[in-house]
């Protein structure tokens, strides 16, 4: 990246992005997204240029090292171009818009991406990362057509927009009586079957990415029919996953995807809202299997997680890059000698645990630390600390520094998942700091803004911010049994629907009404690395429509579900997130209600088993929310009251007796 030392600073100098701050010594003359761009591209009649990435992107390092820090290049596309840079992370609006109309051009998606708009931001032209000569011939074979066939061009870019148009919604929905919402749901687990890699976990194709809400989604099929073939696909996708370069074998934490089928070589970049997921899903895989490296793996997660990329006021970074000292893996990667150095007599056995050679196992003589074992004996700590020790002594790689609210309260989730299956007070007080710090810095009394970094941004939050968040408060409030949380769920819901929900549709936009206007107003409902928002938001409507008695909250659930049914059962793999909802629907919640002076301690108990069909509610003393009216402690006793439709089971002081009334087959 560019050294300030030396060069002028264009105008990303004044963002707050790490990633448009990476570019703000290029030659290029960037613009971040905003109306001083997009009037210069009007007034000059000239075609815009929009680079997209983010900061812990590799290729977007070695673009910009190519072509964007070299002064020709420069000067062609600031002669022939207005030039805009955009961090996908702070403006997933945008990426959203320009990586369907890439793909629509018959381009795989990635990034960078980089598209070429008219000057009224209709797209024209597009692809990825291009190599320098590719790239200067393209800018030049750019303009010209821009010159000579300006109309043709125009056409391209009208056809695009009206493609963009088109709603994803439009393109899958079937309308289906919701008095009729039975799936099977085995016709799900069929179809993931068929792709799953039996021999290293995973779904069946190299690179592989970690997609956690299949595995959830699995658990909760286990958990309804008791199908061991589900139990094993996830725990050996997450044995597997553990043992390869995927998982920091040092300091935990799990980068974002595997180059090859064998979770061997990442991307070694490491995300926020992927290591939330999977405290979620290694803490659920716990309280199923008991299994000791499960438990290690979400501790040492939180560790990574609490040392590195928490901020001093308790807010969450949001990547750590993939590339030290210009280097994908520098940072994580071990030479034998360096090896010889740390340890001398005992490499070679340290070498045979971790499976490095001399030459190496992976490129350069580099190699990336496995561990194949099932249990980590203290003789192997002792010997990870060392060589931790000794590689925090090395550059470190980028971090991107920036608090995206949606990610935190991810993240807060996760936390909440992990304190209900090993109840350690300190997996709650993280999610209690970190929530403190978005109601101080991201949440304001009339909406959730996107990031924070030094300051608040002026960019509202996205649906997926909202749909996170309410997530998290309605987690935080079964945990806590403090109403504050669930009313704060119901507030930031009445938001959304007020906000963001399309009537005619049935589903939710992206931005909200007050958003920028850009050329394409987008529905997600496809559940990626990171779970469609329009999916979460519905699990949040069936949800709080329970536990607030607000039986239109569900119906709309239930709707948008239905419609979507064909779609789930056909592609679970990019429909995972609404294929949990759907199991829900179809099999139902059990309401816990748990009342009297050891209702904390009784919950405690209750959550330390896996019940992913259970709502928990509670309270010491009385309550107004409706599924706590009339239940009460009897004779200084707590209660459970196990309850399914408002309808409830004689109550209970006993735990066990309160499992076999939540888990019974008969009651769903």
């Known amino acids: 990246m560019s050294s300030s030392t030396d060069k002028k600073a264009n105008r990303l100098i004044h963002t707050t992005s790490p990633y448009l701050l990476q570019h703000a010594y290029n030659p290029v003359d960037w613009y971040p997204w905003g109306s001083e761009a997009l009037?210069?591209?009007?007034?000059?009649?000239?075609?815009?240029?929009?680079?997209?990435?983010?900061?812990?992107?590799?290729?977007?390092?070695?673009?910009?090292r190519e072509s964007f820090e070299k002064n020709e290049v420069a000067k062609v596309m600031n002669e022939y171009f207005v030039c805009i840079k955009v961090d996908r992370e702070e403006r997933p609006d945008i990426d959203q818009v320009y990586m369907e109309a890439v793909q629509a051009l018959g381009v795989n998606g990635g990034w960078p991406l980089?598209?070429?708009?008219?000057?009224?931001?209709?797209?024209?032209?597009?692809?990825?990362?291009?190599?320098?000569?590719?790239?200067?011939?393209?800018?030049?074979?750019?303009?010209?057509?821009?010159?000579?066939?300006?109309v043709q061009i125009e056409d391209t870019a009208e056809e695009l927009r009206l493609h963009?148009?088109?709603?994803?919604?439009?393109?899958?929905?079937?309308?289906?009586?919701?008095?009729?919402?039975?799936?099977?749901?085995?016709?799900?687990?069929?179809?993931?079957?068929?792709?799953?890699?039996?021999?290293?976990?995973?779904?069946?194709?190299?690179?592989?990415?970690?997609?956690?809400?299949?595995?959830?989604?699995?658990l909760r099929y286990h958990s309804l029919?008791?199908?061991?073939?589900?139990?094993?696909?996830?725990?050996?996708?997450?044995?597997?996953?553990?043992?390869?370069?995927?998982?920091?074998?040092?300091?935990?934490?799990?980068?974002?995807?595997?180059?090859?089928?064998?979770?061997?070589?990442?991307?070694?970049?490491?995300?926020?809202?992927?290591?939330?997921?999977?405290?979620?899903?290694?803490?659920?895989?716990?309280?199923?299997?008991?299994?000791?490296?499960?438990?290690?793996?979400?501790?040492?997660?939180f560790h990574w997680l609490a040392n590195e990329m928490t901020s001093p006021e308790g807010g969450f970074y949001s990547a750590l890059d993939a590339d030290s000292e210009g280097v994908e893996g520098k940072f994580y990667c071990w030479t034998y000698a360096e090896l010889e150095e740390v340890f001398e007599k005992e490499t070679n056995n340290v070498a045979t645990y971790f499976q490095a050679t001399p030459v190496g196992n992976w490129e350069h003589g580099m190699n990336i630390l496995l561990d194949t074992h099932e249990e980590t004996s203290a003789e192997?700590?002792?010997?990870?600390?060392?060589?931790?020790?000794?590689?925090?002594?090395?550059?470190?790689?980028?971090?991107?520094?920036?608090?995206?609210?949606?990610?935190?309260?991810?993240?807060?989730?996760?936390?909440?998942?992990a304190y209900k299956t090993f109840g350690d007070d300190s997996f709650l007080q993280l999610a209690l700091r970190n929530i403190s710090f978005l109601e101080t810095h991201l949440i304001n009394n009339e909406k959730v803004f996107r990031t924070y970094k030094g300051k608040r941004s002026d960019t509202e939050g996205f649906l997926e911010d909202y749909a996170f968040l309410i997530q998290a408060y309605t987690s935080l409030y079964q945990v806590t049994f403090n109403e504050d949380w669930l009313h704060k769920a119901e507030l930031w819901c009445n938001y959304v629907m007020k906000n963001f929900f399309d009537e005619a549709e049935g589903y939710f936009h992206f931005n909200s009404n007050t958003a920028e206007q850009l050329i394409a107003r987008k529905k997600d409902i496809m559940d990626n690395?990171?779970?469609?928002?329009?999916?979460?938001?519905?699990?949040?409507?069936?949800?709080?429509?329970?536990?607030?008695?607000?039986?239109?909250?569900?119906?709309?659930?239930?709707?948008?579900t239905s419609?979507?049914?064909?779609?789930?059962?056909?592609?679970?793999?990019?429909?995972?997130?609404?294929?949990m909802l759907l199991a829900e629907i179809t099999n139902g919640f059990a309401e816990v209600v748990i009342v009297g002076n050891d209702a904390e301690k009784k919950r405690k108990e209750l959550h330390a088993h896996h019940l992913p069909f259970a709502l928990t509610?509670?309270?010491?003393?009385?309550?107004?929310?409706?599924?706590?009216?009339?239940?009460?402690?009897?004779?200084?006793?707590?209660?459970?009251?196990?309850?399914?439709?408002?309808?409830?089971?004689?109550?209970?002081?006993?735990?066990?007796?309160?499992?076999?009334?939540?888990?019974?087959?008969?009651?769903?």
């Open 529 to 560: 690395v990171i779970p469609s928002s329009n999916s979460v938001m519905a699990r949040n409507l069936y949800r709080l429509g329970i536990l607030l008695d607000r039986e239109a909250w569900k119906t709309i659930s239930i709707t948008m």
């Open 617 to 668: 509610l509670g309270t010491k003393t009385k309550s107004s929310l409706p599924l706590l009216e009339g239940r009460e402690a009897k004779n200084d006793e707590t209660m459970i009251y196990v309850c399914f439709n408002k309808t409830c089971k004689l109550p209970t002081t006993q735990i066990k007796q309160a499992l076999e009334q939540i888990i019974r087959k008969d009651n769903y």
């Open 380 to 417: 192997i700590k002792s010997l990870k600390q060392k060589l931790l020790q000794a590689r925090s002594k090395r550059v470190r790689p980028g971090l991107d520094d920036k608090i995206l609210t949606g990610w935190n309260a991810m993240m807060i989730h996760g936390l909440t998942d």
């Open 225 to 301: 029919n008791k199908n061991e073939s589900a139990l094993h696909m996830v725990t050996h996708t997450l044995t597997k996953m553990a043992q390869g370069g995927l998982y920091d074998q040092l300091a935990g934490g799990f980068a974002r995807y595997s180059v090859d089928a064998n979770w061997f070589a990442p991307h070694f970049e490491k995300m926020l809202y992927d290591n939330a997921q999977l405290m979620s899903l290694y803490a659920e895989a716990f309280s199923i299997t008991k299994s000791d490296r499960y438990k290690e793996i979400v501790y040492e997660t």
């Open 164 to 218: 963009l148009l088109k709603s994803d919604v439009e393109r899958f929905k079937q309308t289906i009586s919701t008095s009729e919402l039975k799936s099977d749901l085995s016709l799900l687990f069929q179809n993931l079957e068929k792709r799953f890699d039996r021999d290293m976990g995973g779904m069946n194709k190299a690179p592989k990415f970690v997609m956690p809400t299949i595995w959830l989604w699995l």
């Open 39 to 64: 009037q210069k591209a009007k007034q000059e009649d000239k075609p815009i240029l929009v680079s997209i990435g983010y900061s812990a992107c590799h290729w977007c390092h070695v673009m910009e």
């Open 114 to 150: 980089n598209v070429f708009l008219t000057p009224d931001q209709k797209p024209f032209f597009g692809g990825t990362y291009f190599s320098p000569q590719t790239w200067v011939q393209v800018l030049t074979n750019i303009n010209k057509a821009f010159l000579a066939n300006r």
């Open 563 to 579: 419609q979507l049914i064909s779609l789930i059962e056909s592609e679970p793999s990019y429909m995972s997130n609404w294929g």
